[in-house]
């Protein structure tokens, strides 16, 4: 079943100087592109859980007809993530790690995917600790 970005709210936490612990779970998370409309959309092709430690690699497959990127963004507004603009019917990766909790987004950074066509899809990392 697909669901739509807009109604997607994923789960996640911001990255943090712990950069040599380990990862408590390290997966891949798989977005699709939808863009045939007004409002352009990233929609997760898998369950998504993102948990305080968790390193997770976002596998964009652009299944739409136009170039888009894909920006992972913290709560405080810094690019904690980054995927080059991809074409049409191919695919680009970015792993991130989280170290804490909180709300974070993707974004598409290309024209005016994000300004025009509200590209973005928010996301919460948990901490299962608390």
């Known amino acids: 079943m697909r669901r739509s970005a807009a ?4 789960v996640v936490a911001a990255c943090g100087s712990n950069s040599g ?3 408590e779970r390290s997966y891949a ?5 939808e863009d045939d409309g007004e ?6 092709t898998d369950p998504v859980d993102i948990r305080v430690g968790d390193e997770v690699t976002f596998e ?8 888009h990127d894909l920006q992972v963004v913290d709560p405080d507004g810094n ?3 980054y ?5 049409p019917g191919a695919v680009a990766s970015v792993t991130v790690r989280f170290d804490g909790a909180g709300f974070f987004r993707l974004d598409c950074l290309v024209d005016d995917h994000l300004t025009e066509h509200e590209m973005q899809t928010f996301f919460e990392v948990t901490d299962p600790s608390t």
Not at 7 to 10: E, K, N, P, Q, R
Not at 83 to 87: K, N, R
């Open 83 to 87: 995927a080059e603009p991809t074409a």
């Open 39 to 44: 409002r352009y959309r990233y929609v997760a």
């Open 79 to 81: 690019r904690v993530g």
């Open 7 to 10: 109604a997607l709210l994923l």
């Open 21 to 23: 612990a380990e990862a």
């Open 29 to 33: 998370i798989g977005l699709e592109v």
């Open 60 to 67: 964009l497959d652009n299944t739409g007809t136009l170039i």
